[in-house]
């Protein structure tokens, strides 16, 4: 299946601009998810006992290790029917407290030769009341088949100095929706974002989250959410450990690591354009991250593992390094919408190995 999409479907996809086929692929999905029996259908085939093998994390269950990375669905249109290409969660966003339209287009690079792509989005959203309002109309917690997280931002309106007000009427519009929360202060396409994961912006914001989460248990008396940090490739090791300290600090539940990269690893585009970018070039960085992390938290830190998967063996040297799952994003546009799956069924066949399941 995936020679089929890379000898014809992807030669034709990639004539057109990477922007309206990424729009026409979430229109495509969208349309899928209108017909839940079909998606269920294609789910139970992905997830057939042979196929996947569940995984408890965080008090949720996954079906499977391998979900779909933030920046797909920027706006919760398409999630629900993302199952069916065997993803076992998915991350959604990033969303802002505002509603903004991102930088200008275009905004979105391939580089086929290396299996790259470049984007500089600046995180295009409909804003955290209407995704609210859209995902009360959505399959609830009870009735989804994976976890949803939910991935969000700091408005580019937002001073930095105000962010962490920002984050936290994002996280009281949307935790009721999320089975986990994800703080993104990694993209590199919002001016000063990344400055957050300074050691005093950092502390304060996931402070300020974590109590809010906190009181927000309290009140419904019900478990907090899990709450985990997207951090960038791009930090020193003394800045992760840095990082490590304070997420211990404020009791999060793991790490995503990682975003996109400012550096161009291999030569990929040169300065131009400016971007983060994603695929197979950035895999031995998000790699290290990974090593560094769960060496440096003795393993006792739950990370997901992104960046650069881009063949079902890479998932697994994300799961050798301590990682408990993996997500994907630009693997997807050069190995097709059978790939998730594939990388589902790999890992599973791992587990039973591993674990002795079967
Ligand atoms: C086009 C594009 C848009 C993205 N947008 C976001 C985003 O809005 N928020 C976020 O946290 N990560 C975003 N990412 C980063 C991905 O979630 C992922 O961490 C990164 O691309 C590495 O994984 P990959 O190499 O499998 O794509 C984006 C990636 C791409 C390719």
């Given at each position: 299946m995936?020679?089929?999409y890379?000898?014809?479907?992807?030669?034709?996809?990639?004539r057109?601009n990477?922007?309206?086929?990424?729009?026409?692929?979430?229109?495509?999905?969208?349309?899928?998810?209108?017909?839940?029996?079909?998606?269920?259908?294609?789910?139970?085939?992905?997830?057939?006992?042979?196929?996947?093998y569940?995984?408890n994390?965080?008090?949720?269950?996954?079906?499977n290790r391998?979900?779909?990375?933030?920046?797909?669905?920027?706006?919760?249109?398409?999630w629900?029917?993302v199952?069916?290409?065997?993803?076992?969660h998915?991350?959604?966003?990033?969303?802002?407290?505002h509603?903004?339209?991102?930088?200008?287009?275009?905004?979105?690079?391939r580089?086929?030769?290396?299996?790259?792509?470049?984007?500089?989005y600046?995180?295009?959203?409909?804003?955290?009341?209407?995704?609210?309002?859209?995902?009360?109309?959505?399959p609830?917690?009870?009735?989804?088949?994976?976890?949803?997280?939910?991935?969000?931002?700091?408005?580019?309106?937002?001073?930095?100095?105000?962010?962490?007000?920002?984050?936290?009427h994002?996280?009281?519009?949307?935790?009721?929706?999320?089975?986990?929360?994800v703080?993104?202060?990694?993209?590199?396409?919002?001016?000063?974002?990344?400055?957050?994961?300074?050691?005093?912006?950092?502390?304060?914001?996931?402070?300020?989250l974590?109590?809010e989460?906190?009181?927000?248990?309290d009140?419904?008396?019900?478990?907090?959410?899990p709450?985990?940090?997207?951090?960038?490739?791009?930090?020193?090791?003394?800045?992760?450990?840095?990082?490590?300290?304070?997420?211990?600090?404020?009791?999060?539940?793991?790490?995503?690591?990682?975003?996109?990269?400012?550096?161009?690893?291999?030569?990929?585009?040169?300065?131009?354009?400016?971007?983060?970018?994603?695929?197979r070039?950035?895999?031995?960085?998000?790699?290290?991250?990974?090593?560094?992390?769960?060496?440096?938290?003795?393993?006792?830190?739950?990370?997901?593992?992104?960046?650069?998967?881009?063949?079902?063996?890479?998932?697994?040297?994300?799961?050798?390094?301590?990682?408990s799952?993996?997500?994907l994003?630009?693997?997807?546009?050069?190995?097709?919408?059978?790939?998730?799956?594939?990388?589902?069924?790999?890992?599973?066949?791992?587990?039973?190995?591993?674990?002795g399941?079967?």
């Open positions: 995936d020679i089929l890379e000898k014809i479907l992807r030669p034709l996809f990639f057109q990477p922007e309206d086929i990424h729009d026409r692929a979430v229109g495509a999905l969208r349309l899928l998810a209108a017909f839940p029996w079909l998606v269920r259908l294609m789910e139970a085939w992905n997830q057939r006992p042979a196929h996947a569940p995984v994390l965080f008090g949720l269950q996954f079906p391998v979900g779909l990375a933030a920046g797909f669905d920027k706006n919760a249109l398409c629900p029917a199952g069916a290409l065997g993803f076992g998915a991350e959604i966003g990033t969303f802002t407290l509603a903004q339209g991102g930088n200008p287009r275009p905004r979105l690079f580089y086929p030769g290396h299996e790259a792509v470049v984007n500089r600046g995180f295009p959203n409909a804003g955290a009341e209407t995704i609210a309002r859209r995902l009360a109309h959505a609830d917690k009870t009735s989804r088949s994976f976890p949803l997280g939910v991935n969000i931002g700091k408005s580019k309106i937002t001073p930095l100095e105000e962010a962490h007000s920002d984050y936290t994002s996280f009281r519009l949307l935790a009721d929706h999320a089975d986990f929360i703080v993104n202060i990694s993209s590199p396409n919002t001016p000063g974002l990344r400055e957050l994961q300074g050691r005093a912006h950092l502390a304060q914001l996931l402070d300020t974590q109590r989460n906190r009181e927000r248990a009140r419904l008396r019900i478990e907090r959410l709450l985990l940090l997207k951090i960038a490739p791009d930090l020193t090791f003394a800045q992760l450990e840095e990082v490590l300290a304070i997420v211990t600090g404020a009791r999060l539940d793991g790490i995503v690591a990682t975003n996109t990269t400012v550096e161009r690893p291999g030569g990929v585009g040169g300065a131009e354009p400016q971007g983060g970018l994603s695929g070039p950035l895999l031995e960085k998000s790699l290290g991250v990974v090593r560094f992390l769960a060496r440096a938290s003795g393993g006792r830190l739950p990370i997901i593992g992104s960046g650069g998967i881009s063949c079902v063996a890479d998932a697994g040297r994300f799961m050798d390094e301590g990682a799952l993996v997500q994003y630009t693997g997807m546009i050069y190995r097709g919408p059978f790939f998730p799956a594939a990388v589902a069924r790999s890992l599973a066949w791992c587990d039973r190995k591993w674990v399941g079967g």
